[in-house]
């Protein structure tokens, strides 16, 4: 099976001019086949700021009305997508910016409304990725950009990024050596969020749940941990978790950050 790096950039990155393009250029030297899903909620969140949407955020993820929806497709589709594109290009590798509608890569289903209405936020299932289309692209040394939008009945519908980074992961991990990496401004998962040094090495499911009553975990961190055991659970081999430029330039055993096992 051919090796295939599917890689997660989040918000705190993004929005850091110096740090966004360290992380591009050692991105686009990787000789495998590279899936990049970026994020770039900060961005939505200070961009309705100007515009008078408030973000409004349960359990790490954004409620998503019909304002919010109009504001989170120009951001992640439009300005944040393609200027990704756009740099990686100028690196000479050759992106592909699309969403979950495009070519219908990843179909969702509405999240149902239970205790809280998320609004046009969508549900996405490793079944439902075009994995067909990817490799296709993939085999033409394409690398796909995914904004975290997705599409049902018509509609876009707000993604997580971290969680479509894992179901891409699944998916494709029937066809692809998939190693899956959630890249963040921090050096790892933290022991002490406020200790930037105190990184967790190995971070097992045991473990896991002996530190979440804790507290230890909190905030964005805990959906990409979550997000991280589905898709071990569900037969990807590798999850790691930590700073962008380390992971990315040492693909190595001697990776930098946090390695999530069952
Ligand atoms: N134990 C922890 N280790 C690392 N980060 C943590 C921890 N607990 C809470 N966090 C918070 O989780 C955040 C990461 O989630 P998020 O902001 O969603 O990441 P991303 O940049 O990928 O979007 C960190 O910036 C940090 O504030
Ligand atoms: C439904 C939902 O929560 N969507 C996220 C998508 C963006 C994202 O995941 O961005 P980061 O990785 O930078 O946090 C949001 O709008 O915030």
């Not at 961009?47 to 009305?65: F, M, S």
């Not at 067909?132 to 995914?146: C, D, G, I, R, Y």
Request: hydrophobic share 45%; net charge neutral; aromatic share 6%.
């Amino acid at each position: 099976m051919e090796k295939l790096f599917i890689i997660k950039i989040g918000g705190n990155v993004l929005d850091n001019a110096g740090a966004l393009e360290a992380f591009l250029k050692d991105f686009a030297t990787i000789k495998a086949h590279t899936i990049l899903i970026h994020g770039g909620g900060k961005i939505a969140t200070k961009l309705g700021e100007q515009l008078g949407i408030a973000a409004n955020y349960h359990n790490g993820r954004r409620i998503t009305d019909a304002p919010t929806l109009d504001l989170v497709t120009m951001v992640y589709g439009g300005l944040v997508n393609k200027q990704l594109v756009a740099q990686l290009q100028r690196l000479g590798c050759n992106a592909w910016g699309v969403t979950g509608a495009d070519g219908n890569l990843i179909q969702a289903t509405k999240r149902p409304v239970k205790d809280i209405d998320y609004g046009f936020v969508g549900d996405i299932k490793p079944e439902n990725v075009n994995t067909k289309l990817l490799a296709t692209l993939l085999q033409q040394n394409v690398v796909p950009v995914f904004a975290p939008l997705t599409h049902a009945d018509g509609k876009i519908l707000n993604t997580n990024a971290d969680t479509i980074a894992s179901v891409l992961a699944v998916a494709l991990g029937k066809l692809y050596d998939v190693r899956l990496i959630f890249c963040f401004e921090k050096k790892g998962v933290l022991r002490d969020v406020n200790k930037a040094e105190s990184v967790i090495r190995h971070l097992p499911r045991e473990l896991y749940d002996q530190l979440l009553p804790q507290g230890v975990f909190a905030d964005g961190i805990l959906p990409k941990l979550e997000n991280a055991y589905a898709a071990l659970n569900a037969g990807v081999k590798e999850v790691l978790i930590g700073e962008a430029i380390d992971l990315v330039k040492n693909t190595g055993p001697e990776t930098e950050g946090t390695l999530i096992t069952l």
